[in-house]
């Protein structure tokens, strides 16, 4: 059997840790093979493996037949492989083809061609249906946009094996199956490609055949048509998943958090939050669903401190909150799980125990007269890195050292443990395993049956449906109805998500 791409027995290991431990992987010419795996499984290891950027131990790669040894990423460019990673590498201020073309500028009597950059990158774009503006800035389009910029970085080097390393954690649902249909016209012409996820529903869209880690071990390699998501996750876990949240109704108390006519702006002097309302009380989950961009971001940004209100009220504990500093907000209540984990989430240079204690630190037991007691907080990072199971050599790694889902399960450890009154959890399981997200999310539903309030942002509308007492639909920075989700659809809240129109209004206003 010919493959395009064959590691045999490779095995990768980091101080205190074997990443990869003799795994093999078979990408047939022409399909989207799935890598799946927990957070931490070594996914992305052998990847960085594959692309050059890290040199095995132990095991051998064949590509197109022939055995190679990629000890830099340029080696790898050259054999055809291109990866578009899961945190982009692109230029702000650039536009999109000088991004392209950085590191292989084409040069026209000494100088840069641009102009003839600019067109082949358009034919690119056109003949994969990426719809890109050559020209556009990088700091002017989304991030689906960006990301279709890094795919076409990868083709215009010349890839024809591409990897996608968590392609859909940051984007909308239609952005996502945007990208599904890019990848099967990639596929279509030629290329090949390796797909690592961990979300079940795309491999059974998209991929044609799918491998298995777990814990750095290969578990093996299925044929997508003769499996379905129970069995993929069994085999990823290493257990049985629960898909549907276990949880009784609500019993919502006394409000907790309440915004009155909230107005904020973005950088531009725009109103991106525009008069909005919205009612949390103890004792439930409210989830926010909206299209990306609808002023999510800035809300949350508000109602932490972080952004500045033009005008309107938020109340917590019926106390006025709209103009304390981040700590004062969190001083009188409030727990956040940020949606960018490393901008407002940690400090990837500080150990996960350092980490761990970013909102007590300066609090007893942690500090006294300004001095950091070090014992405690490492005891207490280590009780929750056991609860919470954050997969890590030790409470004293450096936080950039984790995988995207164990820093995501470290913060979440951090402002859960605190319990406090009100919690916004946005994006909470965002780049986590289908074992982690059922964690998560009974963690969310063990804070309201303690009667804390919870507010849920999120782009995945069946966390939405499934954690949510009550949904919320923001939409151009209002909030423009309320709906039960035990009386409403997938397709209903698209279509509201749009700005479309709908006249009862479920849940209490």
């Not at 966390?463 to 709906?483: C, L, T």
């Amino acid at each position: 059997m010919d493959y395009v791409i064959e590691m045999r027995n490779i095995r990768k290991e980091f101080p205190g840790i074997v990443a990869n431990d003799n795994i093999t992987l078979q990408v047939k010419k022409g399909e989207i093979h799935a890598l799946l795996g927990e957070n931490g499984a070594g996914k992305s290891t052998l990847m960085n493996v594959l692309f050059g950027l890290y040199q095995p131990e132990e095991g051998e790669i064949f590509v197109k037949g022939k055995k190679v040894t990629a000890n830099d990423p340029n080696v790898a460019n050259d054999l055809g492989i291109g990866m578009v990673h899961q945190h982009f590498m692109l230029v702000e201020k650039f536009t999109v083809t000088e991004n392209i073309i950085l590191g292989k500028e084409p040069t026209r009597g000494g100088r840069v061609d641009i102009k003839s950059a600019a067109n082949e990158i358009k034919k690119l774009s056109d003949q994969y249906g990426l719809s890109v503006d050559p020209h556009a800035k990088i700091e002017d389009i989304s991030v689906g946009m960006q990301q279709r910029v890094e795919i076409l970085k990868t083709l215009y080097r010349g890839a024809d094996i591409l990897i996608f390393d968590e392609p859909t954690a940051v984007l909308t649902p239609q952005e996502i199956s945007e990208l599904m249909q890019i990848m099967k016209k990639l596929v279509r012409e030629g290329k090949s490609i390796i797909l690592i996820t961990h979300k079940l529903k795309e491999i059974m869209q998209v991929c044609d055949r799918c491998t298995v880690i777990r814990r750095g071990k290969g578990i093996g390699t299925v044929n997508v048509a003769d499996t379905d998501p129970d069995k993929l996750a069994a085999m990823m876990v290493g257990r049985e998943v629960n898909f549907k949240v276990a949880k009784t109704d609500s019993v919502p108390k006394e409000t907790v958090l309440e915004i009155k006519d909230l107005v904020v702006e973005d950088a531009r002097k725009v109103n991106v939050v525009n008069g909005l309302n919205l009612e949390v009380k103890a004792g439930e989950i409210v989830g926010i669903a909206g299209v990306d961009g609808n002023g999510q971001t800035e809300l949350l940004e508000a109602i932490t401190g972080l952004a500045k209100v033009s005008s309107g009220k938020i109340m917590l504990n019926g106390r006025d909150i709209t103009k304390l500093s981040p700590r004062k907000v969190t001083e009188s209540g409030l727990g956040h799980i940020p949606q960018d984990r490393h901008k407002h989430g940690l400090v990837l240079n500080f150990t996960i125990g350092e980490n761990m204690a970013l909102q007590t630190y300066y609090q007893s037991p942690y500090s006294k007269a300004g001095i950091l007691n070090y014992k405690t907080i490492y005891e207490k990072a280590k009780s929750l890195i056991q609860e919470f199971d954050v997969r890590t050599p030790s409470e004293f790694t450096p936080a950039r050292a984790l995988s995207g889902g164990n820093q995501q399960k470290a913060i979440i450890a951090r402002e859960v443990d605190r319990s406090p009154d009100f919690l916004i959890a946005a994006q909470p399981t965002r780049g986590l395993d289908v074992g982690a997200i059922e964690f998560i999310h009974s963690k969310l539903i063990q804070e309201r049956d303690k009667g804390k309030a919870v507010l849920l942002v999120s782009f995945e509308l069946d966390e939405i449906m499934n954690v949510s007492d009550r949904i919320a639909v923001i939409y151009e920075g209002k909030i423009v109805s309320i709906v039960n989700p035990k009386e409403t659809n997938e397709q209903e809240l698209g279509l509201l998500m749009a700005g479309g129109k709908k006249e009862k209004v479920g849940g209490f206003q």
